[in-house]
């Protein structure tokens, strides 16, 4: 059975940077594209960044543009996601998922998910 599981949160003050990586297992890692979602206190989860499953194309939502960078290891079988310049509004628990699929946003496409982490930005 597949499994994700990620690593690297904690908390920050704004304006820290912060690297989030997600271990892949069981099941074909190269074929999956893999996306980051976060889940606010009393908010949706949403779509942060994706990566297709060579790594040539990624996708960003616009509050991360330009400050979140997703990037993938395939012959590690993991993918990470740096975070900079990080905000108060960045603090969620962040969940690594897989796709067996073209990149999506929508999270009902997924098919693996982790169980999150939480990323705290606070001064």
């Known amino acids: 059975q597949g499994q994700v599981v990620e690593s690297g949160g904690g908390l920050v003050q704004p304006g820290e940077s912060l690297r989030l990586s997600c271990a892949a297992s069981g099941f074909d890692f190269g074929s999956y594209s893999m996306g980051w979602f976060r889940q606010g206190a009393k908010k949706e989860r949403e779509f942060v960044a994706g990566?297709?499953?060579?790594?040539?194309?990624?996708h960003y939502a616009d509050s991360v543009k330009g400050r979140f960078t997703i990037s993938r290891d395939n012959a590690k079988n993991t993918v990470d996601l740096e975070m900079n310049s990080l905000k108060p509004e960045d603090t969620a628990v962040y969940y690594c998922a897989a796709d067996h699929g073209a990149l999506t946003i929508m999270p009902g496409y997924y098919d693996y998910w982790g169980q999150g982490i939480q990323v705290t930005v606070s001064s």
């Open positions: 990566i297709t499953t060579k790594g040539s194309n990624t």
